[in-house]
T-cell receptor, first 112, second 111 residues
């Protein structure tokens, strides 16, 4: 059973606007969450993370929000740029660091 | 910079062949992972290893085996390749709970 879910397979946004990518999880033992970005024919690259003791983490144009009660996290990209067009994966770890659980990905297209 | 390298970017093999995919990391990470990525299915964990000679099954280990004889190297073996193993294979490494670093991937086609 998928423990990390990304229910939107794709998202299109105009350049300069906000992109919001969503992720839900089911396991309350998850205590560390990450977002990865993946271009075609390349491996995923780390984007931003958040610990369960926080509800927000910001890094430049990227902000991750965590709502533990709803078991939901989101990635905000402001302003969106054409170079942000990629597949974004949400991932979670249960604290052991030995295993990470990935969502199915959301393909973001930023339209110039 | 952390570097994770994979032995091949593209590979074409025939059904029934034994296939070796190799992964090397240069950051002395304890943990190494093999995933496959398929459209609509995301990244699925095949095997991981948290120490030399240690291995743990992931979500989809059937048809695969692994070997970790040295800390920096983690090999994925397809004992008898089948067409349903055509996929993108991604290797990753990590230290503790911190982020994983991924290699560039190997696009394997089994005909």
């Amino acid at each position: 059973d998928q423990q990390v879910k990304q229910n939107s397979p794709s998202l299109s946004v105009q350049e300069g606007r906000i992109s919001i990518l969503n992720c839900d999880y089911t396991n309350s033992m998850f205590d560390y969450f990450l977002w990865y970005k993946k271009y075609p024919a390349e491996g995923p690259t780390f984007l931003i993370s958040i610990s369960s003791i926080k509800d927000k983490n910001e890094d430049g144009r990227f902000t991750v929000f965590l709502n533990k009660s709803a078991k939901h996290l989101s990635l905000h990209i402001v302003p969106s740029q054409p170079g942000d067009s990629a597949v974004y994966f949400c991932a979670a770890s249960d604290g052991t660091g030995n295993q990470f659980y990935f969502g199915t990905g959301t393909s973001l297209t930023v339209i110039p | 910079d952390v570097k994770v390298t994979q032995s091949s970017r593209y590979l074409v093999k025939r059904t029934g062949e034994k296939v070796f995919l190799e992964c090397v990391q240069d950051m002395d990470h304890e943990n190494m992972f093999w995933y496959r990525q398929d459209p609509g299915l995301g990244l699925r964990l095949i095997y991981f290893s948290y120490d030399v000679k240690m291995k743990e099954k992931g979500d989809i280990p059937e048809g695969y085996s692994v070997s970790r004889e040295k800390k920096e190297r983690f090999s994925l073996i397809l004992e008898s390749a089948s067409t349903n193993q055509t996929s993108m294979y991604l290797c990753a490494s990590s230290s503790g709970q911190r982020q994983q670093y991924f290699g560039p991937g190997t696009r394997l086609t089994v005909t």
